[in-house]
């Protein structure tokens, strides 16, 4: 079956999409859930933290399981489940049941953040399709990431909570639907489809000095990134009585350097080296550093000021985690799924780490923020100088 390349390029900003969409469409709901359920916005934070860590960990399986079933089985299966799961929690008015459907529900998607990377990969050749995949691939993440907020924070405004989360069961029937015109991948999975197997090949690639530095700056980077968005409704909603439907334009201001990502990376990537490009993000969470220690001592500060930290890392994060995946997708001898599953369980679990972290931070406290962003910073610094010799 011959395929459009147009519909391969937007399938995997779909599918990423998915799962960025899903951990952000709960935000606008907060404060519904904490009167709905009676319990206190920190326990709400803190499951946040958990979907995130465990579907980080769920990684450690998804890979095998992709090759064994093929991409485009696979995404049939986790879309159907998913539609099911997601509805479950839709329509809960107790706690343990939605938590633990919203929970599992980030694990499952998080399937399909794995797909998004070795899809590229498997089901597109030439290089230039490539590049302009994992371009589109993050703009889709973002601009999900802005308007499952904006859509669940109006549906919660106009009608009810509940309505909130059938916004992402409505995104994966158009995944659905696309995937079930997809032909055979181009490239069979190389190595053994054994789970086992597939985790030891993982920490092989853990021991191998220069991808497990690229991974700790991911880490580093994923954590003060992810726990910042996910912080915003919790640290401001209830200090500047923001509505819900106006919350996702505070996301979008920190989201933008994402969306803005195809339309400057090409030209970024043609005109400046690596090493330059990662001296800019550097820059980038060095100011991010700089400002939140300065705003930990101030007070009365406007709402949006809050969100500068967040949009310099936001800058410095799309700049330098482009360039650390494709590295690690290169040196990953074409197990492409293992890979992009070792990527999702470094990124989310201290994506998940760090939200359990700001889930003891407020206002009042900001400078306990400030020490976390400088801390890694520091550490992405000190990575990228050990690292400049791999750099282009």
């Known amino acids: 079956m011959k395929q459009k390349t147009t519909i ?3 399938i995997p900003a779909l599918l990423i999409g998915s799962y960025w969409g899903y951990v952000k469409v709960a935000l606008p709901v907060v404060p519904s859930l904490t009167q709905v359920f009676s319990i206190p916005e920190s326990t709400i934070h803190r499951i946040l933290s958990l979907a995130f860590f465990l579907s980080g960990l769920s990684g450690l399986i998804w890979g095998a399981i992709i090759d064994y079933m093929y991409i485009k089985r696979f995404i049939i299966m986790i879309t159907l489940l998913g539609m099911i799961i997601l509805s479950i929690s839709a329509v809960s008015n107790h706690f343990l049941l939605w938590s633990t459907c919203y929970v599992f529900g980030a694990i499952l998607l998080s399937g ?25 691939m993050v703009f889709g993440a973002y601009l999900s990431a ?26 994966l029937l158009i995944l659905l639907i696309l995937s079930l015109r997809l032909g055979p991948q181009l490239k069979a999975p ?11 090949y993982m920490l092989h690639c853990v021991n191998e000095k220069t991808i497990r530095k690229l991974l700790i700056m991911c880490s580093a ?15 401001l909603v209830s200090q500047y009585h923001i509505k819900a439907h106006n919350l996702a334009y505070y996301l979008l201001a920190m989201l933008t350097p994402g969306l803005l990502t195809p339309l400057i990376m090409p030209m970024l990537m043609e005109k400046f080296s690596e090493k330059t490009l990662c001296v800019y993000s550097a820059i980038s969470l060095i100011l991010a550093g700089l400002l939140a220690s300065i705003f ?9 000021i809050w969100l500068t930290p967040g949009i310099l890392i936001s800058l410095g994060t799309v700049i ?28 989310y679990v201290s994506g998940g780490i760090g939200i359990y972290i700001t889930s003891y931070i407020t206002l009042h406290t900001f400078y306990r923020e400030a020490i976390f962003i400088v801390l890694a910073t520091i550490a992405t610094i000190y990575l990228l100088i050990n690292l400049r010799a791999e750099l282009n």
């Not at 998004?116 to 302009?132: A, G, P, Q, T």
């Not at 190389?190 to 030891?200: A, D, K, P, Q, R």
């Open 296 to 304: 930990s001592v101030s007070r009365h500060l406007p709402s949006w």
């Open 8 to 10: 391969l390029l937007y």
């Open 221 to 235: 980077t994923a954590a003060i990134l992810q726990s910042y968005y996910i912080a915003i409704p919790f640290w």
């Open 190 to 200: 190389v190595g053994s489809l054994n789970i086992v197997n597939n985790i030891s």
């Open 320 to 347: 330098l985690l482009p360039i650390v995946s494709l590295h690690i997708m290169k040196r990953s001898e074409g197990r492409y799924s293992i890979a992009s599953s070792l990527l999702s369980v470094v990124s």
């Open 146 to 171: 802005f308007l499952a907020p904006f859509i669940s924070g109006w549906t919660t405004t106009l009608l009810n909570w509940h309505y909130a989360f059938l916004v992402i069961p409505i995104m």
């Open 112 to 136: 399909l953040l794995v797909c998004s990377r070795s899809f590229v990969m498997l089901y597109l050749e030439k290089d230039n399709h490539i590049k302009k995949a994992f371009s589109i």
